[in-house]
Every structure is written in structure tokens, then in C-alpha cells.
């Protein structure tokens, strides 16, 4: 990515004027700089340059600094004078103003010059003053001339490279690496006990860096001075409620710029802020709090005059800035208790926007007018003209691999279109539109054209569909997206267009028009995008036997046996745009083909698309055929003579050369590319016959096929090693961490979650087909025999809503104790599995099937028909074993609006090596509204009524209530409500004061009486622990009894006002009567919760929801006193 970027936009156009008619400049051209004394420096230009020196200024006279200078009729030139700052270019002789601009100086004024691909820029005094653009030079010397006292001094040539700059802060404790510490205790911190620097391989994200502030800033930095154009992000878990942020062009501790998030919620919880001199501006700001103990993945993009940020990816804000300019990045944070970062990166971001509020000198025209202002560009036919087409062209013929976006307002009789592969005035492809009204031949209409030596072609025609509203204020967007091979068309995101054609591999961009009537267009960005990366493994589990299936690529193509042969079936599916990788050993593979099914039905390989590959019969080349049954669609031969280095090297095209081959299925296009270079492409003529597989499978036949070189990418799948912060999770249950696996060798560690509820729900939502696929297992959690206290429950929801794992279906795996295997639908069971393929066999350390497996566990809904009546096949897998399969005719409404996916266990631990999740739809990541922030707590009163108070019991290392005080009410009257889905929603009675902990004396005489109004969808009922065994006082009376508790009764209640019930209960008698020959009891624990009955209660499943809320007061123990610290001799409660 990073040389195909620097490649292309070496080859960027000359700039002209801000306004262009026909292709000419209205700036006429001036006679080139005299001849001067320029004083060069020793260094010369390199491709990217930033120079930074002191300016000498005087009251007249001037200064003038060459750069890229080839020799006195080429070079660019900056000069400067008392009261403005000019770019020129000088070209061939001929000297043009590249942009002007007034500027103040100081007495020890600092300017940077930077040259990079398509754009220079001036800073002065940590302000971009002036911004122009041309391509025309790319290195050269560099020097100056001055006159009048003017010059320069300490002058800094710079050197520039393309930015990749990543941390994951693997490293040893107390190493600092990259960063500077301004203020704060930074500390690297492992992400479990077990793990240090001898074993970090053989763990899943080691590392972070973490800061503990709860009063004051905290501020580390990292980067060069020369650092620009890049998008920057960082993945940070708030542990407390604070602020936390990311800081890009960082001059020094008192300079940057920076993004802000706080856990207040208001309208300025999101903030960018510029800090001049330590005093802060607020540039933009917006609600939306953060919940804390959730990674968050923070980002900030800086484009010439542009800062942008985003949250998990989602875009907050976008703000013109002109500000420094260029810095590295800093981590924040600010009155908070604790906060983790990690999995810094910061790249190159090759994003230019052209908004037509300034000069547009990096477009050329051929005919008409074009007029930008105000953030239009205004295109109108020339005099005489008769509304001929019209084009305004920018970029390099070399440029391939873009995203052109571009709006469009044609009105009800112009012509809109922009324009991608653009060579010359033949050879070019179009999208168009033109308004219903228009005098030309396809009003009304869309079309996506193709010109090839000047023959037209129509390569698809329909009607206006582009959404042009109101809202929008008549624009259309569209996208244009052009790959070596093929372009795709997009509006709003949809594709609605595409060609595929070998020969349309690069060229220009441009923005088209036709007919008499003007048109307008507006923000157009060409972008670059990166290459995707593939999921991080520690090599140290790549490697290892027994979990190759989940951490290597041949774990995605397991072998199974096919009437011709052994296949390779990739596991996932593959519903939108995808990519194959491969490998062509040219020494091993002559003898053979080599083919891939393409949207193939699983386990049938010619359903879909096949293409074969094989030697040409003298080994001069590649054979490739693209087949639809036994229907040759299209074949060609690649020689592998192309592939010889332009500098006479043959390296490439040795015999015993191993070639990258990749295949790409965009839109409805397939392209062929042997070492990047496209070898045929393949368009679908009648989408209705098109394979509608949603698999990938790879045979060979006449040599073995090495899987491992296999890479499948896919657009629409999230894939998951947690290698890296879990920033696309949220886990509003349990503690999720990196943990060890087996305590007898702790040193493997990976992702889990463990306690009473964990749950993890992913941020992005999901709808139509999804297939969910997971390698886990659960943790040793006992140090010797048996090893596991609570094997099974390795379980998947799909299309929940993000709070109760209840509201999608789920798929228990060896649930209920390791007895049976379920999919239920809500709460109610719609499949069961009781064999033994359903429970875990003898699941003890010493069974190592056991013991060292991770289990492939396949979730799965998609439509299907039954009986003529649609609906969905809802599916579980366990290693290739159908346990279960259910036909639902009324889908739940996640399935069409989009649901999350959540993984979970009960009471337990899982843990979890690898997740895909592949889906028709990817909805965007955010966390729902309505999840409570537990840690907030109301305080405790003081001991004045003698009423007992609710506290919360904490349980996962978070309090199970949240408990507050009733509004309107007095010191008595309490609020609770549930913080999570089900749960323990568990409080202790306590008397506050000094002993609010101490046990009670409880005498025959004790009795309890409150206040509560309850409402029905809230469970709970009254506990009293004596000697760690739970004694029920049944309030809500839902729940089953088992061996967790004894039954000693139910509360009488009677009705009060306004939804109150008084409550009392004889709570000496009921335990006299179930203990007679005992005189007083220890109660260790008066607690109000849902502690007993079914387990999955505590997930959701009919248990207590999430914002559950019922209130207290009033609550008196009578009859009963506290026990300060020594035992008291009582009847001892049986066991």
C-alpha cells in the first residue's frame, strides 16, 4: 500500500488556476525568475520533504527559497516579502502563482515548508498559512536567495517516508519504548498475573499502558515534529468515570490537538480541542457519554485543513483547522481512577478532499466553464458550445486501486458524472445521470459508460434511482471505486453499477457534464484505502498441534473427500465482496490444475463458479478458464515473460519463481490478477442466472496444494483473535480479560470471560444470514482432579439486543450441568439434543480429548422455505457434528433489523481462541442506550433512624444493584434497580454506622417488617446466611427451591397506597421452629437478590431484566442486636 500510494501520486498533474474555462489558465504567465545566486543546501529533496528554518525579516526587500530545483527554468519557488507568502511553479521557463497569502511576522518567526505528493503547504509560527497543489517536480535541490536584510537560519531539510507506526506495548516492564512522559505515572501492565516477558508469545494482547489520575492530567507522547496526513487511533478502557483522549500534532506538551471523551454525559462528553499555549478552544462538541469498563477504539484523521475523529470506527466529527499542521500524538487522560490504552497506530492516510471553498489547481478542464465558490463547483457550457460534454480532470494516469466520492445536483435538466480511468479523451469510463427534464437522449435515466480508442459502450442503463433529497439539498452522492480489473459503482453505500475488463487497470479522476443547463458539484474526496490486515496470531500458537485448526490459515481449509479428489472447503461464508490469495509454485505445480469453486453451495463444487488453473503446455504461461457447469465463460493466458522487471530482471518469471495469484468477487464482477497485474475479468451478463453460493473451496489434482498459503478475505466477516483489545465487544457482565487457560501451565493464556453472568455482546448489529463460528472452551478452573467445576455451557446468541441474551435465539452447548444441548428461541426451547454428541465425555484434566481441545462450535440462521412458507433454518454445530435444527416461520424481528451476537456462560468460565462472524448485513458498532453504570452509587446515610439501608453486594468486581435515593422521599426510601440482565440483584441489609458488616443475634423474638413496592416483572426474595447456608423468606415466590437454600417461609404483605406493600415476617419464629433445640442464631447476612433457583436466570433467561427497579423503606429489625467481633453461642444450623 504504502509504495503504490507514493507511486501514484508522484505522477499527480500540474496545477492551474482556481478558475478554468476550456483548459486555460486566467492567470497569465509571467516571465520566469532571473537568474539568481541561489545558495543550496548539501541535502537535496527527497519524493516527500518537509524544511524547517528561522526566518531574518526586514521591512523590505525579500526571500526567495527554491526547492526541486532542476535548473533555472524548472523548479518551484517560495517567496516571502513583508506582508505575504507566495508558491510558484516555474515550468520550462514559465512562472505561475501556485496561491498567495497574507501573513504577520514575529520577531523569531519559524516556517516549515512541506512538499508532499499533490500538495504543499507553509507553516508559520505553528500555522498552515498557505495550502497549493501540483505534482509537476518531485525532488531536486534546495536553496535561496534574499535581498533587503532578508534570510534564513538553523535550516532543517527533512526527509519524509510513508507512516506506519504501531505499539502494542510488548515489551519489558519499565521500558518506556516510543513514548515520552510529560506527566502522570504511565505503568505497563500485563493483562494477566501469569503472563511476563518470558512467555508473551503464548498469549493473546500481553500488554497495555495504563495510567491511574484520579485527580489531575496525565499526558504521554510519541511521533516526529514531521508527522502529517495520517489517521491515528487508540483502543482505551476507562475503568472510572473521567476523561480519556487522543492527542495528534503534538508540538509539546502545551500544543496539539486533541479528541475528548468523558463519562458525564452532556453535551460537551465529546470534544475536540485545540490547546495554543495551554489554553484550550473547544473546535467542536456533542453528547454521548462513554460507559465505563468498555474498550473503545479511538481515532483521529488529519488531512490538509482538515481534523476528523471517530469512535469505533463511527465518524463525531469533522472540523477545518489550520493549525500546526504536523506532530506526533499524545494519550490523555483526566480525573479518572484508572484507564488502560493500547494497539496504537498511526498511518499514512493517503484521504484529499477538494470542498471548493479555495482554489481548485490541481484540476485541468477540456471545454466549458467551471467555477468554484463557497463550496460549489458551478459547471456551465461555454459560449457557442451548444452543451457539449464538458470534463475536469485531476490526478495521475497512474493512479489505480481509488475510492472517488463525488455529489452531483443535475436539477430537472442537467447532466452529472464523474469519471475514473480517465487517459485521454477515448479511452475513459463515466458514471452519468441526467434529470428527468433534460434535452438529452437519456433523461431520466443512469448509465455507467465505457469509451475504449473512442468507441462507446453502454455497459449498464437504467433508470434515475440515485437519491437526490431535499435534505441533501439536491445532491447526489455516488461512489466510484476502481481496481486493477473492474469498477464498481455505489450510492449511499448500495452498489448499483459495475464493469470488469483486464485492461482498465489506472488513470485519472475528473467530474463530467452535459447539455446547456449548469450544473454543481461538491465534496469530492479521493481515498486510497489501506490493504486489509489480516488477524494477528502469536506465531508460538500458529505453530503448535493443537491449535492449528483455529490460529493458522489451514485451519479454515479442512480437508474433506469429493468425487474428484480431495477438497478444501474454506469454513466461513462469504455473503458480499471477497478475495482469494493464493500461491502458484511454478517448480512443483506444471503437472497439474489447480481450480476454486466460487459462490458454490457448500460440499457441491460446480454449483458456482469454477476456475481452473494450469501450465501451458510448452510452461511459457497460465492457463485460466472461468467455467459455469461445463460452460467455458472465459479463459486467457497469462505469460509469464509480464512479469520480468522493467531493469531487465527475471527474477519474477523464473521457472522456480512462487507467484502471489489473487481473485476478487466485487459486485458482480470476478478479476484475475497474477502478481497484481490483471489477467481476465469477468462480468455477469444476467444477474438472475448468477451462482447465489455463498462458499469458496479449492482442489488440486497432479501436485499437493500447500493450504496454508491460502487466504480468504471477505468484506462482510468480523474475525476475532483478541490479540488485540476487544474494542468491537462490550461486556456489560462478568470479567472479561486475558486469562490462563490451564493454571497446571499457566503460561498459555487467551481471551475469557468468568463469574456468576459473563456476557459478551458485540458492538456491531447483524442482519439477514449469519453464520457464527467460535473456537472455545472452558478454563481449569480447579487445581487438581477433577480440574473443571463447571464444564459446558459454550454458548452463542444471535440477534439479540445487546441486554439479555434471552431476546435472540441461543445456542447452549452442553448446558443444564453437561446433560443436553438446546437452541431456544427468547426463553422457550424449540430444539434439544440429549446423546451423547450433545454433553462433553468425562470432562476432567486427565481425558486429554478433553482437556486440551477447543471445540468449533457453528451458529447459523438463514431464510429458507418449508412447505412453501418462508422463514429461517436456525442450525448449531459442534465439530462438524449437526446437534440440533429448527424451522422458524415467524422469524424475530432482528433477523430483517438487525440484531448483536453475544458469547456467553453461566456460573462459569469460557474462554474463547477465535470468533467469525459472518453476515448479508453489517450494521454499524455502538452500544446500546439504557446499560447502567453500576459503579455510581448512592452514599450510605448516617446512623440517625435506625432503619436498616440497602447495599449492594459487588459480584464480578461490580456492585449487583445500583441503589439510589428515592426521589421525593426521606433518608428511608431507597431505589434499586438491576444494572444488568438477570443477575444476583443482590443488597445487604445493614444499620449504618461504625458496624454496618457485623452479624446479627437473632432471638425467637426477632421479627422484620418494610415497606417495598414491587413491581411484577422484579424477583426477589429475602436470604438470612447462618453458617454459609441461605434461609429463604419467599417475597415474589417464582423461583424453584434447591440445594442452595432452606425454606423458612413467606412474607406476609399487605396492600398500602400508591403501590406500596407493608411486609412483615416472624424471622425468630421460623427459624425456632426449623431449629427448636437452638436459643439464638448468628445471621452472618440479611441480603435481598435472586440467589437461587435455575442458573439461567442470572444471564436473563426469566430472570430479572435489565433496569428491574423496585423500592424500600422503612426496614427494622427488631429483637435483634449486633455482634461486635466475638462469637456468640448459639444453636449450631445443620449442614
Not at 405 to 413: C, F, K, Q, V
Not at 690 to 698: H, L, M, R, W
Not at 731 to 749: A, H, N
Amino acid at each position: 500500500m504504502k509504495n503504490r500510494c507514493k507511486n501514484q501520486f508522484n505522477a499527480l498533474l500540474v496545477g492551474l488556476a482556481c478558475t478554468i474555462a476550456g483548459g486555460g489558465s486566467l492567470l497569465a504567465a509571467v516571465p520566469a525568475h532571473a537568474a539568481a545566486a541561489y545558495q543550496f543546501q548539501e541535502e537535496a529533496a527527497e519524493p516527500l520533504v518537509s524544511v524547517t528554518f528561522g526566518v531574518k525579516t526586514a521591512t523590505a526587500g525579500s526571500m526567495t527559497v527554491v526547492f526541486d530545483y532542476k535548473d533555472d527554468q524548472n523548479f518551484y519557488a517560495l517567496d516571502l516579502t513583508p506582508h505575504a507568502v507566495e508558491l510558484k511553479s516555474v515550468i520550462g521557463g514559465v512562472t505561475r502563482s501556485l496561491g498567495t497569502a497574507p501573513v504577520k511576522w514575529s520577531g523569531s518567526s519559524q516556517m516549515t515548508l512541506k512538499r508532499r505528493p499533490w500538495v504543499m503547504q507553509v507553516i508559520l509560527d505553528r500555522r498552515v498559512v498557505l495550502t497549493a497543489y501540483d505534482a509537476t517536480f518531485d525532488k531536486g535541490k534546495i536553496g535561496s536567495t534574499s535581498s533587503g536584510g532578508w534570510g534564513w537560519h538553523d535550516v532543517r531539510v527533512q526527509p519524509v517516508e510513508e507512516l506506519y507506526f504501531t505499539d502494542d506495548f510488548t515489551r519489558q516492564e519499565g521500558q518506556e519504548g516510543e513514548w515520552k512522559t510529560v506527566n502522570g505515572n504511565w505503568t505497563l501492565t500485563s493483562s494477566s498475573e501469569n503472563i511476563n516477558a518470558r512467555n508473551v508469545s503464548m498469549s493473546a494482547n500481553p500488554f497495555s499502558y495504563q495510567i491511574a489520575t484520579p485527580t489531575g492530567k496525565a499526558f504521554t507522547q510519541s511521533g516526529r515534529w514531521f508527522w502529517d496526513n495520517y489517521h491515528a487511533e487508540v483502543s482505551v478502557k476507562p475503568t472510572g468515570r473521567g476523561t480519556v483522549g487522543l492527542a495528534v500534532y503534538v508540538q509539546d506538551p502545551q500544543n496539539y490537538i486533541a479528541f475528548l471523551w468523558n463519562a458525564a454525559e452532556g453535551p460537551e462528553a465529546r470534544q475536540l480541542v485545540r490547546v495554543v499555549d495551554g489554553k484550550p478552544t473547544v473546535l467542536a462538541h456533542a453528547g454521548g457519554a462513554f460507559l465505563p469498563r468498555q474498550w473503545y477504539r479511538l481515532g483521529v484523521r488529519t488531512s490538509p485543513g482538515y481534523v476528523e475523529t471517530f469512535i469505533d470506527g463511527d465518524a463525531v466529527f469533522k472540523v477545518r483547522d489550520d493549525w500546526f499542521g504536523q506532530g506526533g500524538i499524545g494519550l490523555l487522560a483526566q480525573n479518572i481512577s484508572l484507564a488502560a490504552f493500547d494497539d496504537v497506530r498511526v498511518q499514512s492516510y493517503s484521504y484529499y478532499r477538494q470542498d471548493f471553498d479555495g482554489p481548485i489547481d490541481s484540476w485541468t478542464a477540456d471545454g466549458g466553464t467551471w467555477n468554484a465558490k463557497g463550496g460549489i463547483l458551478t459547471s456551465a457550457p461555454k459560449q457557442g458550445d451548444n452543451g457539449a460534454s464538458r470534463v475536469l480532470l485531476s490526478g495521475g494516469s497512474a493512479w489505480n486501486g481509488y475510492q472517488l466520492l463525488a455529489s452531483g445536483r443535475t436539477g430537472a435538466n442537467g447532466a452529472c458524472g464523474v469519471v475514473v480511468g480517465y487517459h485521454d479523451n477515448k479511452n475513459y469510463s463515466v458514471f452519468r445521470w441526467a434529470g428527468a427534464s433534460s434535452s438529452l437522449p437519456f433523461h431520466g435515466r443512469q448509465q455507467l459508460m465505457h469509451y475504449s480508442g473512442g468507441k462507446a459502450s453502454i455497459i449498464s442503463d437504467q433508470p434515475l434511482k440515485l437519491t437526490e433529497a431535499t435534505e441533501n439539498d439536491g445532491f447526489a452522492n455516488v461512489m466510484l471505486r476502481l481496481t486493477p480489473g473492474a469498477l464498481s459503482v455505489y450510492n449511499n453505500g448500495r452498489p448499483i453499477a459495475s464493469m470488469a475488463d483486464e485492461k482498465l487497470t489506472s488513470g485519472r479522476i475528473g467530474l463530467w457534464s452535459q447539455g446547456t443547463q449548469p450544473v454543481a458539484f461538491r465534496d469530492v474526496v479521493v481515498f486510497f484505502p489501506p490493504e486489509p490486515v489480516a488477524p494477528k496470531v502469536p506465531p508460538k500458537m500458529e505453530e503448535d498441534a493443537l491449535m492449528v485448526g483455529w490460529a493458522s490459515n489451514s485451519g479454515e481449509w479442512p480437508p474433506t473427500f469429493g468425487d474428484n479428489g480431495t477438497e478444501f472447503w474454506n469454513t466461513g461464508d462469504f455473503f458480499g465482496d471477497s478475495s482469494l490469495e493464493m500461491m502458484w509454485r511454478r517448480a512443483t505445480y506444471t503437472r497439474g490444475k489447480l481450480e476454486v469453486a466460487l459462490r458454490a453451495q457448500r460440499g457441491d463444487f460446480g454449483s458456482g463458479y469454477v476456475v481452473r488453473c494450469e501450465s501451458t503446455a510448452d510452461r511459457s504461461g497460465l492457463h485460466l478458464a472461468l467455467l459455469k457447469g461445463t460452460q467455458v465463460l472465459k479463459e486467457s493466458t497469462f505469460d509469464w515473460k509480464e512479469l520480468d522487471g522493467g531493469d531487465g530482471s527475471k527474477s519474477a518469471s523464473a521457472s522456480n519463481a512462487v507467484v502471489p495469484i489473487r481473485i476478487d468477487l466485487e459486485s458482480d464482477a470476478i478479476t484475475f490478477r497474477v502478481a497484481d497485474r490483471p489477467a481476465f475479468s469477468y462480468l455477469t451478463a444476467d444477474t438472475a442466472t448468477a451462482p447465489s453460493g455463498t462458499n469458496i473451496a479449492v482442489r488440486a489434482s497432479g501436485f499437493a496444494l500447500r493450504t496454508k498459503e491460502l487466504r480468504a478475505i471477505s468484506t462482510h466477516r468480523d474475525d476475532y483473535t483478541f490479540n488485540e483489545a476487544p474494542t468491537d465487544w462490550y461486556s456489560p457482565q462478568g470479567t472479561w480479560s486475558v486469562i490462563s487457560r490451564w493454571p497446571c501451565y499457566s503460561d498459555w493464556s487467551f481471551f475469557g470471560g468468568k463469574g456468576v453472568n459473563p456476557v459478551l455482546w458485540s458492538k456491531r448489529s447483524y442482519s439477514g444470514d449469519i453464520v457464527v463460528e467460535m473456537y472455545a472452551h472452558n478454563q481449569m478452573d480447579l487445581p487438581k482432579e477433577v480440574g473443571y467445576s463447571h464444564p459446558g455451557d459454550l454458548n452463542i446468541t444471535i440477534g439479540g439486543d445487546g441486554k439479555n441474551p434471552a431476546s435472540g435465539y441461543s445456542f447452549i452447548v452442553a448446558g443444564w450441568d453437561n446433560t443436553r444441548t438446546r437452541i431456544l428461541k427468547g426463553t422457550q426451547s424449540v430444539a434439544e439434543n440429549t446423546t451423547e454428541d450433545a454433553r462433553f465425555p468425562r470432562p476432567i484434566n486427565h481425558n486429554m480429548q478433553f482437556h486440551r481441545r477447543w471445540y468449533y462450535i457453528r451458529a447459523e440462521v438463514r431464510r429458507a422455505a418449508k412447505d412453501g412458507k418462508p422463514g429461517v433454518k436456525v442450525s448449531l454445530t459442534v465439530d462438524d457434528t449437526l446437534l440440533c435444527e429448527y424451522f422458524d416461520p415467524t422469524p424475530i424481528e432482528a433477523f430483517q433489523q438487525g440484531g448483536h451476537v453475544a458469547f456467553w456462560t453461566v456460573d462459569g468460565t469460557i474462554m474463547i481462541a477465535r470468533a467469525k462472524i459472518e453476515s448479508a448485513s453489517m450494521g454499524s458498532r455502538t452500544i446500546p442506550t439504557g446499560l447502567l453504570d453500576a459503579a455510581v452509587q448512592a452514599p450510605m446515610p448516617k446512623a440517625t433512624t435506625g432503619d436498616l439501608a440497602p447495599r449492594p453486594i459487588v459480584a464480578d468486581g461490580l456492585p449487583s444493584a445500583v441503589v439510589e435515593r428515592a426521589e421525593g422521599g426521606n433518608e428511608g426510601t431507597w431505589t434499586l434497580r438491576n444494572p444488568t440482565a438477570g443477575g444476583l440483584f443482590e443488597v445487604q441489609l445493614i444499620k449504618p454506622g461504625d458496624n454496618a458488616t457485623e452479624p446479627w443475634k437473632v432471638t425467637p423474638n426477632t421479627k422484620l417488617d418494610f415497606d417495598v413496592a414491587l413491581p411484577e416483572n422484579v424477583k426477589v426474595d429475602l436470604y438470612a446466611t447462618i453458617d454459609g447456608m441461605l434461609h429463604m423468606v419467599s417475597l415474589t415466590n417464582n423461583q424453584r427451591p434447591d440445594a442452595r437454600v432452606r425454606i423458612l417461609g413467606t412474607a406476609k404483605k399487605e396492600a398500602s397506597a400508591q403501590g406500596w406493600q407493608h411486609v412483615t415476617f416472624d424471622l425468630g419464629a421460623a427459624l425456632k421452629k426449623m431449629y427448636p433445640e437452638a436459643d439464638s442464631w448468628k445471621v452472618d447476612q440479611l441480603s435481598l437478590g435472586a440467589l437461587h433457583g435455575d442458573e439461567y436466570r442470572w444471564v436473563g433467561f426469566d430472570g430479572n431484566p435489565l433496569g428491574a427497579t423496585y423500592r424500600l423503606k422503612g426496614m427494622k429489625l427488631t429483637g435483634a442486636t449486633q455482634i461486635a467481633s466475638a462469637p456468640v453461642e448459639n444453636g449450631q444450623a445443620p449442614h
